[in-house]
């Protein structure tokens, strides 16, 4: 099961920023925080990941709370390309291994 | 530098035929992750794998389905005797060593008639 819960939709218009919250309530203190994004019939694009401090790239910021039980994912000037499904991801470290759990992700659609 | 590189895209097989899907990891990548995404849902985790070795195959389904990464060449994902159900889209995963970021490709689309 995922590790994480967002809300299942969200509108913003275009040129606005938009803001992904995402709990992560049980997250272990070695565990990162991944986003991806899914546009229609593509494969997921990473975004940006983060521990406990807060990460900025080209594409978007990620903000993390002092107690790491959730996060917000920014991207500062939504344009019509950014309309997809995110996903916040608690990266599973069972065993050594590296298994990503998907859950059902946020459906952004901006908005002309 | 290319992406992880998946075909073919889009492949269609009668029930009860073998579908092969396959998967080369970018340059420099020795692990590789399938995901299995049916129509409306998530992404569901399949099998991690290094090379000529299965680390975890804890999504698999348990008949008909096999996965290999072998020394030379891409990694391929095997369906056997395949049935409606199986139509979904494929990704593929890659990650170098040591690192916790995993890059997709574009997917593979399996439908059974």
């Known amino acids: 099961d995922a590790k994480t819960t967002q809300p299942p939709s969200m509108d913003c218009a275009e040129g606005r920023a938009a803001n992904l919250p995402c709990n992560h309530s049980t997250i272990s203190g070695n565990e990162y925080v991944y986003w991806y994004r899914q546009i229609h019939s593509q494969g997921p694009q990473y975004i940006i990941h983060g521990l406990k401090n807060n990460e900025t790239n080209e594409m978007a910021s990620l903000i993390i709370t002092e107690d790491r039980k959730s996060s917000t994912l920014i991207l500062p000037h939504a344009t019509l390309r950014d309309t997809a499904v995110y996903y916040c991801i608690v990266r599973a470290d069972t065993s050594g291994t590296y298994k990503y759990i998907f859950g059902t992700g946020t459906r952004l659609k901006v908005l002309a | 530098n290319a992406g992880v590189m998946q075909n073919p895209r889009h492949l269609v097989r009668r029930r009860g035929q073998e579908a092969r899907l396959r998967c080369s990891p970018m340059?420099?990548?020795?692990?590789v992750y399938w995901y299995r995404q049916l129509p409306e849902e998530g992404l569901k985790f399949m099998v991690y794998?290094?090379?000529?070795?299965?680390?975890?195959e804890s999504g698999m389904p348990k008949e008909r389905f096999s996965a290999e990464f072998p020394k030379e060449g891409p990694s391929i994902l095997r369906i056997q005797q395949v049935v409606r159900g199986d139509s979904a889209a494929y990704f593929c995963?890659?990650?170098?060593?040591?690192?916790?970021?995993?890059?997709f490709g574009e997917g593979s689309w399996l439908t059974v008639v």
């Open positions: 794998l290094q090379k000529e070795n299965i680390i975890d």
């Open positions: 995963a890659s990650s170098p060593e040591h690192t916790n970021t995993i890059y």
């Open positions: 340059k420099g990548h020795s692990h």
